[in-house]
């Protein structure tokens, strides 16, 4: 009988974990496009900010500086100074407590020596090198020292080897020393050609105890990089010390370094890994805190801690060119904030990869572009959330006028692409059996051609016109989103409630345009002067004369009144406030819908007096309506006006 352990799933992601719901990012995406901003900028704010519990960037951002904080604040990084000092004074007060209470003219000889020796400890102990100690005690101290800035410098180099060398034997010593020689021999060999994959896993066989680093590098490269990133930051370490201090850490080292027998070739060593690596950041000092001491590894340890959060920051901030999520080390991530971290990065990739394989976005990462499914996405989401805010109950908008269909005819057809009439299921899977797709225990199979759908009464179609304002005052008013949002919503709902109706959305500032379905989304308010709606009117009437059998249903959203009309060479004149000329011009378009019995609904977005008296006039002269909703809700204005035409219509 099988036994079951059962506890915290504590490595990765939650394996439970519902799927992402791509679906919502396009919604949070539309949110900021609907407000401005081009896919590719509202990606990247997506991204910073995090979606559906999953922190972004600036959530991992703020943990980064956070954690720099705390590495600077782990102390000073003059340790090593501070306690080869306190050895040597200890180490000179055994001696003299040995030397005092002996008479003799050598005492004495030897307490001047004590006496004369410089305040510098660099200066002392290579004075002392020669010393024969009358103290034992004094002698285990003085040894203790050596021990010690032989243990740091090697520290400097190699993480871990100040604890790894603790009471080391000469055998240990002899090992370190045939270790560097190997590696500089490695690295010799790569310079020249010669080095292979083998040779780098027999060496780490020999020596991968030295290099405790997590992961374990995979071969010389990756060793490469770990050794020459402590070195930039033992380096930057000795420039954030005072002269002073540089100066007698440096004797210090040089020291320990000639008595160790490895000057030359950790000098080699140093030398191969700058050349390597000349990237790195060899140079500069670093602001360190606290009151405790740090060894020199502790402290080449903080600096380079320091100089990976300062490349994570980097990375995180993306703030240069190209920048994109893949820059991310997700090594660096894991060592700096943990595994949660990871997971939200990688959820955050996800976000990103999804929403290209899914087919919403499209495009390089400089130059994003929303492809016709997104758009569709956000229509879908504008007209759920124009409903949402304007209707009394989910639903009740539509039911009885939704759709094309009427009643049904009992004849059917072959399915095309874009049917929206029920499926006739019995003819459908006649046609799969005639066709030789059913055999004895095997399952129907079905294809395209076997479908088809219940003829139904065609119901009247209607010609739609939305004429949206893109002047500047749109945006000065902060009344943009609400028109881009009702522009989106009411073609969505005409293409999927109402698919044989002929759909045109206008935008007007000194000249008017259609604009495609597929370029609402990223539709931007015209940094221009002039509100041109005889243009916009203009291009309407081509569109009702086209579809001239159609009901006419011509909707327009304006905060301004007209300041721009088209000239007989077909320039824009602009005129403020507005002239005689481009009122009559407007009015006499305004005519021209009306003898084509196309009634104007204007939807007013301002309180201006001139304007309404304007306005006032088109409904006078047209007989349409003026419709003077808040800003936020005149996408359900809009869609009801539509609805409720559509209805008497079909």
């Known amino acids: 009988m099988n036994r079951f352990r059962y506890g915290e799933y504590d490595d990765g992601p939650d394996p439970l974990a519902p799927p992402y719901d791509v679906r919502s990012a396009v ?38 500086r956070r954690r720099r904080e705390q590495v600077r604040s782990r102390g000073r990084l003059d340790g090593t100074l501070e306690e080869a000092r306190a050895l040597l004074d200890r180490a000179l ?30 200066a002392a102990v290579r004075r002392l090198a020669d010393y024969r100690w009358r103290s034992p005690a004094a002698a285990q101290s003085f040894e203790e020292l050596r021990d010690l800035l032989r243990r740091e410098v090697l520290d400097t180099r190699f993480q871990g080897m100040k604890d790894a060398l603790a009471g080391s034997t000469p055998e240990d010593m002899q090992r370190v020393r045939e270790m560097v020689d190997a590696l500089n021999g490695m690295l010799e060999a790569d310079e020249r050609g010669e080095h292979t994959q083998a040779d780098f896993d027999r060496f780490m066989d020999a020596y991968g105890d ?27 370490m000795m420039d954030s010390l005072s002269p002073e201090q540089r100066a007698e850490l440096q004797d210090l080292m040089d020291e320990a370094d000639a008595r160790s027998g490895m000057s030359q070739a950790l000098e080699r ?58 820059d991310v080390d997700e090594e660096a991530v894991r060592r700096a904030l943990g595994r949660r971290a990871v997971d939200d990065l990688d959820r955050l990739r996800a976000v990103e990869r999804e929403l290209r394989e899914q087919g919403y976005v499209e495009g390089s990462r400089n130059r994003l572009r929303l492809t016709p499914k997104a758009v569709r996405r956000l229509g879908e ?3 759920r959330e124009v409903f949402a805010a304007n209707t009394p109950r989910p639903g009740g908008h539509a039911d009885d006028a939704a759709g094309h269909s009427g009643e049904a005819t009992g004849a059917t057809r072959a399915w095309e692409f874009g049917d929206e009439e029920p499926l006739d299921v019995v003819r459908t899977l006649r046609n799969a059996i005639g066709r030789g797709g059913a055999r004895t225990g095997r399952p129907i199979r079905m294809h395209p051609e076997d479908f088809e759908v219940a003829e139904t009464e065609r119901r009247d179609a209607a010609a739609v016109c939305l004429l949206v304002d893109l002047s500047y005052s749109m945006a000065l008013r902060d009344l943009w989103s609400s028109a881009k949002q009702t522009a989106m919503a009411l073609h969505s709902l005409v293409t999927t409630r109402f698919p044989q109706d002929a759909v045109q959305v206008i935008g007007f500032s000194d000249y008017a345009r259609e604009l495609p379905p597929n370029g609402l989304a990223e539709l931007s308010w015209e940094p221009v002067q002039g509100t041109n709606l005889q243009h916009a009117l203009l291009l309407a009437g081509r569109h009702l004369d086209r579809h001239s059998d159609f009901e006419p249903i011509v909707l327009v959203v304006t905060d301004g009144e007209p300041t721009a ?14 002239s005689p000329e481009t009122t009559a011009a407007t009015l006499a378009e305004v005519d021209r819908m009306t003898r084509r019995g196309a009634n104007l609904n204007v939807f007013l977005l301002a309180d201006d007096p001139r304007l309404e008296r304007f306005v006032d006039e088109v409904a006078r002269r047209n007989g349409g309506r003026v419709v003077r909703p808040d800003a936020d809700r005149l996408g359900g204005y809009v869609v009801r006006d539509f609805l409720s035409r559509r209805r008497r219509a079909g």
């Open 210 to 236: 030295m290099f405790p680093d997590e992961p374990r590098p995979r071969n010389l490269e990756e060793l490469v990089d770990s050794l020459a990133r402590r070195a930039a930051a033992a380096k930057r």
């Open 27 to 64: 919604d949070e995406l539309g949110r900021d496009i609907m407000a401005g901003a081009d896919p590719m900028r509202a990606l990247r704010d997506l991204l910073r900010r995090g979606t559906q519990g999953v922190r972004g960037l600036d959530d991992l951002l703020r943990d980064v």
């Open 565 to 578: 009309h088209l000239q007989r060479d077909g320039s824009a004149a602009f005129a403020w406030p507005p």
């Open 381 to 383: 989401t504008a007209l």
């Open 93 to 122: 007060g055994q001696e003299r407590a040995e030397l005092f209470p002996d008479p003799s003219d050598d005492a004495r000889m030897r307490e001047a020596e004590l006496d004369s020796l410089p305040e510098d400890t660099s």
């Open 269 to 326: 060593l140093s030398g191969a890994l700058r050349a390597r690596r000349p990237d790195l950041d060899w140079s500069g000092g670093e602001r360190m805190e606290g009151e405790q001491g740090l060894g020199m590894g502790d402290a080449t340890t903080a600096l380079q801690e320091l100089a990976d959060l300062a490349e994570l920051d980097t990375a995180l901030n993306q703030g240069y060119a190209g920048a994109g999520l893949d």
